[in-house]
């Protein structure tokens, strides 16, 4: 799909037989993904600090998801398997306690959000800021009498990961996320890298891609909700401190790798929203979705049919099927009920506003 996009850019449009190639490379591509989707069963999400992870996991909660707790202050655990959704919280997983060879696990479907790095950042400060300051204003006040928030140095030393390049460290695993300020490199980008190729499921919370996670939500997840219908703990709301011009530019300094993998990852998306896009326009099912009437995708509102992507049945309406052509029947069933009974309103209006202008 890389270089589909980059001929499209260079020289234009395609010829029919060009078109057809397309569409059949994507239509395969999705129907691997819907595979591996329904096999995996569970969601790993992995939450990069301070990225739309409780939004998510929020949204996990909204399309039905199954996990621990779905309370805010103790977002996603999973404790036995008849949960399908997890959120690691910290890093990725390094059992060899290197960063060579760091994966997704492949068992599971997983899934990443990226956010614009300098924004990140400054979220993660006002976060250690808002919960330092209510640790020691409770306990004894020293927070501010041992720590200058305008000190660029004392942030590093305070935040060593947060000032280097943080999501790239995380990717890597703990042995990488704990190495001393300076120590990220080209080599671990590029290891970065690769480890964001193996998710299945690629987010930003670029307010340029926000449109393209309708698909991806819908298509790569089978989620009716996605990121434009919940934004929980926006930053804005909750700022404790403005930050001076000084720490402004170690804030900037300390993320420039990360702000090259956000880019891949962009790209990255942008690939997904055209491959999902491509079976939307073809009038797929998606991994949850339904088949709506004459042969169109519908987003129908039905309760608990989200979860189907990573069951090892379906999920509809808040009821597990074992067979999961049981639900998907139940779901069409759904999905024309829904779609007729709008369009009969609509010819209702449609004929209340013709007797309105023949009166």
Known sequence: MALVLERYLQTGGFTDNEAQIIIDVS???????????RTKRIIEFFHVSKSGGTTFCQLGRLNGCKTESFNITSNC??????????????????????????????????VVIFREPEARVIS?????????????????GSFWSAFDPASPDQWRALAVPVFDNYVVRSLLGGQMYNMPYGSVNETHLLAAKVITMQFEVLLSLSPQARELTQDIFGLGLGWQFDLRHVHVRATQQRAVHVFTPAVMEAVRAGRQLDQRLYEFALVLQMLDAITFGVARELAGIGVAGVAGVEGTWQRVPVEGLGTAVIAGGRWFNGIFYANATVAEEAAITAAKAAAWAAAAAAAEAQAADGVATTG
Not at 129 to 136: D, G, M, T, W
């Open 77 to 110: 655990l999973i404790s036995y398997f008849r949960f399908n959704f997890y959120s690691n919280e910290l890093v990725m997983h390094d059992h060899n306690r290197s960063w060579i060879g760091v994966h997704p696990c492949r068992e599971f479907l997983n």
């Open 124 to 140: 993660h400060m006002q976060n250690i800021l808002k919960e330092y300051v209510k640790y020691y204003t409770t306990y004894n």
């Open 27 to 37: 239509r395969r591509l999705y129907a691997l993904h819907k595979q591996a989707a």
